[in-house]
Structure formats: structure tokens, C-alpha cells
């Protein structure tokens, strides 16, 4: 899908480097490191900043791109990302998914975080769902990065607020992981959007004791919650009773990123 973006910011944090774009619309979403992507950012930044978390390295970069500069961006991650944006929006979120299919376009419409809550689900998928090595990240690290980040987006946010945030908030977009081990492409594509499905601990799990399965209603796992996501949900989904549902399916897309799931909590 190509989409007409105005600035590209990097953000390397030891060996991890990740790629965002602001769009025209104000909305960010995220890049996989391509060959056009090294091509944009070749001329000089506009803005960098360095500096050091727990003896790493963190290096911020953003380039401001000419009028109309349009790059390819992973379909399954501006759907995903676009959803939680727009979650509230009732009469464009049942429609979001043939609408995006089908856009050549940036979005018209300024979708970013004219709430704060869609700003947290944002900033709670970047750190925990993208991420692949935060399960070692630890708070200073996290309010670091939390403050870094909206500084250089320019957005007036408190981590405190943040972490409130995740003690309450009762919904959640989420990537099922490792679904690879547990179903072949055939079983994928007979999953539905809206089946419901549940979520199970699994405490003798060698590799993360905190570890949540995914399980259709007959029993069948088909992946995980992504550790990181599970490290800070763990207490809240013992705790309270959970409602999930399949809200996007991509059976093209490379391994844990085919099934997007919406998780929502209810006291008990």
C-alpha cells in the first residue's frame, strides 16, 4: 500500500531499530526497513538525539521529505494500527477494513490521538507488541522512552498517567503470536472475523511461567499472547474476566502478524 508521507523518524535502542511515518492526516504508522526506505533516508536529518539507558545506547533520528514523497507500508500494520485509532468512531469501524484495502491515498481524516486513551493504545503497541525484546526493558528504560518519544512528536504526556492507564484501561488490540506452531495456512483461512475465542494461563510453560494461550471455543490453541503483553496484562487476566474476539484476519502476512485479536476485560 503506498501512502504520501511528510516526515520518517528512527529510534535504535541497542541492537533494535524501528521505523515510523507522520502522514499528511497527522497519523503515525509503522515501516519495515526496506531498500526504498535507506533510499529516503540517505540525505542528511533534520533532527537527531542521542543518549544512554542503562549502559545502551538510544539514538533518535527524523528526516522532514519533500511534498508528495510516497512510500509502501505493511498493510497489516497501518489496519491494525488504524483500528485502534479509530475504535471509537462507530460509524467507520465496521467499514475500516474495505476501506483501507482499497485506499491509495493517505487518510483524510486527522486520526492522531485526538484522545488520550488512543494515544496510550498506540504507545502500548509499540513498546509491548513490537518490541520483541521489552520483556528486559524495566521502568526507567520504559519512562524513558515514553518521554522521549512524545518529545519528539511534541506531545504532552505523563508516563504516570500512562501507567495509570494500563491499570484500567479495559481494551486491548493484540498480535496472536506463535500461531505458526499450531496452525497451517488451511486452518487460518477457515477462522472468521468476530469468532470469539479464550484465553488460558499456562504456568508449566519452560519458556514463561506468566505465559497466556489462545484457544478457540472447541479447545484448539492457536498461539499466544506476546510474552511482553502477558508480563504486564498477567495480573488483570487472572483477575477479571476476559472477552476475545477475532477482528482481523491477513493470511498473506509473514508469521504473528495473520490474527488480530480484541481483548476486553470485565470485573468479575
Request: proline fraction near 2%.
Amino acid at each position: 500500500m503506498l501512502l504520501e508521507i511528510e516526515q520518517i523518524i528512527s529510534v535504535e535502542f541497542g541492537k533494535e531499530k524501528f521505523f515510523w511515518a507522520l502522514l499528511p492526516a497527522r497519523q503515525l504508522v509503522p515501516l519495515n526497513d526496506s531498500e526504498e526506505l535507506n533510499k529516503l533516508i540517505s540525505v542528511e536529518a533534520d533532527f537527531r538525539q542521542n543518549f544512554t539507558l542503562l549502559a545502551e545506547s538510544v539514538d533518535i533520528v527524523r528526516w522532514n521529505l519533500e511534498k508528495e514523497t510516497k512510500l509502501a507500508a505493511p498493510m497489516n500494520d497501518i489496519l491494525l494500527f488504524a483500528k485502534i485509532l479509530v475504535s471509537e468512531r462507530k460509524r467507520i469501524y465496521p467499514l475500516i477494513s474495505t476501506i483501507l484495502e482499497n485506499l491509495k491515498i493517505t487518510f483524510k481524516e486527522k486520526w492522531i490521538f485526538p484522545h488520550k486513551k488512543n494515544f496510550y493504545r498506540f504507545l502500548f503497541s509499540q513498546i509491548y507488541e513490537s518490541w520483541k525484546y521489552s520483556e528486559s526493558i524495566v521502568e526507567e528504560i520504559e519512562k524513558n522512552i515514553f518521554e522521549k518519544f512524545c518529545s519528539s512528536w511534541s506531545f504532552s504526556y505523563k508516563f504516570s498517567d500512562f501507567k495509570k492507564w494500563l491499570k484500567t484501561e479495559t481494551k486491548f488490540y493484540l498480535k496472536v503470536v506463535g500461531e505458526e506452531f499450531h496452525l497451517d495456512i488451511s486452518e487460518i483461512k477457515k477462522l472468521k472475523i468476530g469468532e470469539k475465542l479464550n484465553l488460558m494461563t499456562d504456568p508449566l510453560n519452560e519458556h514463561d511461567s506468566q505465559a497466556i494461550g489462545v484457544y478457540l471455543a472447541d479447545g484448539k490453541q492457536i498461539g499466544f499472547l506476546r510474552r511482553t503483553v502477558s508480563a504486564k496484562l498477567f495480573s488483570r487476566l487472572i483477575n477479571q474476566n476476559s472477552q476475545v474476539k477475532i477482528i482481523h484476519l491477513d493470511n498473506s502476512a509473514y508469521k504473528n502478524n495473520r490474527i488480530f485479536i480484541e481483548l476486553e476485560l470485565k470485573t468479575k
